[in-house]
């Protein structure tokens, strides 16, 4: 049934997003006229002001419906994992004390839904490909185009939080991250973060262990509704989210997109958040190809 629900949700009039975005408040397919310019403006100064850009109820009700279903019925298809990890989703160093930033580890407790799970009949993977948002996006966080991931995992996914599940302190692989949730668990999954703690200037593990130590002078808070859409920097900000609680799951779905085509994240990365590599993570390890920038994962 709930199959039949999803192939029918997908119209040939939503190619271009007509009933999924509120395109009368969000008119991302009319980026050129005067509504369109002072949309990503706006969007432009809250990045700068806030680290990040929320776009309050992006999505309609009536869409927002079926993508709740959407992701109701992908959320089984979560892997779960129960693992200690630090910010950077790698190993200890012990060649640094035992409060490093690298050193510090905290429970990890969420499912991520692999983008080879979602199929091509779904809203989500609608608006994660259509050129209008990607166009919209890439507006936002100043590039003149950006790029589907060719990570067929870590694409597209859905994050699912259970009640007692978090996601703690952590960098993104990727430069910025889309995020929208479609289900707001009951209480708890708290989004939280440090705008742009690090960068090309280097690592800042010294503000990154103030965080660690509880330091919340330098963090933003954010609880967010479904349907809101969410643009921030997370490759360079420090960010999490809090316990989910109650019986309610918490879905959210992420866009990933890179600045340069043909982005694959770390195999590594891949087997500790999705359980398994696909065969380009396992052609990366064969080849030995790393990651171009410097910075830790």
């Keep these: 049934m709930r199959n039949a ?27 050129d006229g005067a509504s369109g310019k002072a949309l990503i ?18 999505v309609p009700r009536t869409a927002l419906d079926r ?3 959407e992701t109701e019925r992908l959320s089984p298809e979560a892997h779960y994992n129960q693992t200690e990890t630090n910010p950077y989703n790698s190993d200890p160093d012990d060649n640094l004390p035992p409060e490093h930033p690298k050193n510090r580890f905290a429970d ?10 979602i199929g091509g009949d779904t809203i989500i993977r609608q608006i994660y490909h259509d050129d209008d948002f990607k166009r919209f996006i890439a507006a936002i966080v100043g590039e003149d185009t950006i790029h589907e991931y060719a990570d067929p995992l870590a694409d597209l996914v859905v994050n699912v939080l259970r009640e007692g599940c978090q996601h703690p302190w952590h960098f993104d692989t990727n430069d910025f991250i889309v995020t929208m949730q479609t289900r707001r668990s009951h209480g708890g ?18 503000g990154v262990q103030k965080i660690l130590d509880g330091d919340r002078s330098e963090l933003k808070s954010i609880d967010l509704e479904p349907g809101d859409l969410q643009v921030f920097f997370g490759r360079n900000s420090l960010h999490r989210v809090t316990p989910a609680e109650g019986a309610k799951e918490r879905h959210t779905v992420i866009f990933a997109y890179a600045k ?18 696909a065969p380009a993570h396992e052609a990366m390890l064969r080849e030995g190809v790393k990651r171009r920038d410097n910075l830790s994962d």
């Design 5 to 31: 629900i999803a192939a029918k949700a997908v119209k040939p009039l939503d190619k271009r997003l007509e009933g999924i975005v509120d395109l009368d408040a969000y008119p991302i397919d009319r980026l």
């Design 41 to 58: 403006e706006r969007c432009r100064r809250q990045i700068a002001d806030d680290g990040c850009v929320v776009l309050k109820n992006f």
């Design 67 to 69: 993508l709740e279903r």
């Design 108 to 117: 990890r407790t969420n499912g991520f839904v692999g983008g080879d799970r």
């Design 189 to 206: 999954g708290t989004f939280e973060y440090a705008p742009n703690i690090r960068g090309p200037q280097g690592e800042n593990f010294e």
């Design 260 to 277: 340069e085509p043909g982005f694959v994240g770390r195999p590594e990365r891949a087997k500790r958040i999705f359980g398994r590599m």
